[in-house]
């Protein structure tokens, strides 16, 4: 089992020509990702040749829309590789043509637009769930891959991971590479995502293959109290955090558009007790944190 995505997924490219485009469609396809197309309306009606996993040459037909490319393929997942000027656009394609679950790698969409498209796919109902922008997407270990998380990095395995920050994604894969991962989602570090912590955790709590989950928050917003709530509420499988940015200054943005703090609202140690008041265990470092985590599951 895995949440959001499986070996049965059929995943679309927008963007499938362009330069990342062509990079990740390559490295998804080497994932044993089930790749079945891409869309770039400039170029409807050609193909692009790439490598399966299995070393097998594959034609990639490209479509002018997503609705064309859900109509000839059945797909179900988008991951759009498209420059942040026209992000808003690939997004309300992918929004009208109703697909599952589109993944939006691009850094730097303007937060109002972001904002727009977020409220536009719940305007229709919420048919589409979107992850990102501004993250390393979605990987289901040994099945698929949907973003640019390296696939080498670990197995399938007992714990659910959601995080705000790409790297520690994979550095948090990496540590507990040896027990493995039900389903890794990055859901990006901008203040308007699709996907929230509370969202992943609910789905991992429903998932009979997800043992334990690891949630990487970092500085600036609110989304880890609540999500803090959420967990004292609803979530019954042990839940291990971490919080990046307990060195930083008041009052600087780091790194991520989202990580600002005002004041003490905000701040790693005040996220760090909201976690550990509805007990959650928060390490102060990375590798506390799946140290944590290795104890958790040798007592499962």
């Given at each position: 089992m895995s949440i959001y995505l499986n070996k049965d997924s059929k995943v679309i490219v927008q963007g499938i020509t362009g330069g990342e485009g062509t990079k990740h469609t390559a490295l998804m396809l080497k994932a044993g990702t089930n790749i079945v197309g891409g869309v770039n309306a400039r170029k409807a009606g050609t193909t692009v040749s790439h490598t399966d996993a299995s070393g097998n040459t594959v034609e990639l037909p490209v479509f002018g829309s997503v609705a064309e490319a859900i109509e000839k393929t059945g797909?179900?997942?988008?991951?759009?590789?498209?420059?942040?000027?026209?992000?808003?656009?690939?997004?309300?394609?992918?929004?009208?043509?109703?697909?599952?679950?589109?993944?939006?790698?691009?850094?730097?969409?303007?937060?109002?637009?972001?904002?727009?498209?977020?409220a536009y796919a719940k305007s229709k109902g919420n048919k589409t769930r979107i992850i990102g922008p501004n993250c390393p997407g979605i990987i289901t270990p040994g099945e698929a891959l949907a973003g640019i998380t390296p696939a080498n990095i670990t197995g399938k395995g007992p714990i659910g991971l959601v995080s705000k920050s790409g790297t520690l994604t994979y550095q948090m894969m990496f540590e507990l590479r040896d027990l493995g991962f039900s389903t890794a989602i990055g859901i990006g570090g901008d203040p308007v995502i699709g996907t929230t912590h509370i969202d992943a955790l609910a789905a991992f709590e429903a998932d009979p293959e997800t043992k334990a989950?690891?949630?990487?928050?970092?500085?600036?917003?609110?989304?880890?109290?609540?999500?803090?709530?959420?967990?004292?509420?609803?979530?019954?499988?042990?839940?291990?955090?971490?919080?990046?940015?307990?060195?930083?200054?008041?009052?600087?943005?780091?790194?991520?558009?989202?990580?600002?703090?005002?004041?003490?609202?905000?701040t790693a140690q005040a996220k760090k007790e909201a976690l550990e008041a509805a007990g959650v265990k928060v390490g102060k470092t990375p590798s506390e944190t799946a140290a944590l985590m290795r104890e958790i599951i040798e007592k499962l």
């Open positions: 797909a179900d997942v988008s991951v759009a590789f498209v420059p942040p000027a026209f992000t808003k656009d690939a997004m309300v394609e992918a929004i009208d043509a109703e697909i599952p679950l589109l993944v939006v790698i691009t850094e730097g969409v303007p937060v109002g637009e972001s904002a727009e498209a977020w989950i690891v949630m990487i928050g970092e500085i600036g917003g609110d989304a880890e109290e609540r999500a803090a709530e959420y967990i004292k509420a609803h979530v019954t499988k042990p839940v291990v955090g971490y919080v990046a940015g307990f060195t930083a200054p008041e009052g600087k943005t780091m790194g991520h558009a989202g990580a600002i703090v005002s004041g003490s609202a905000g």
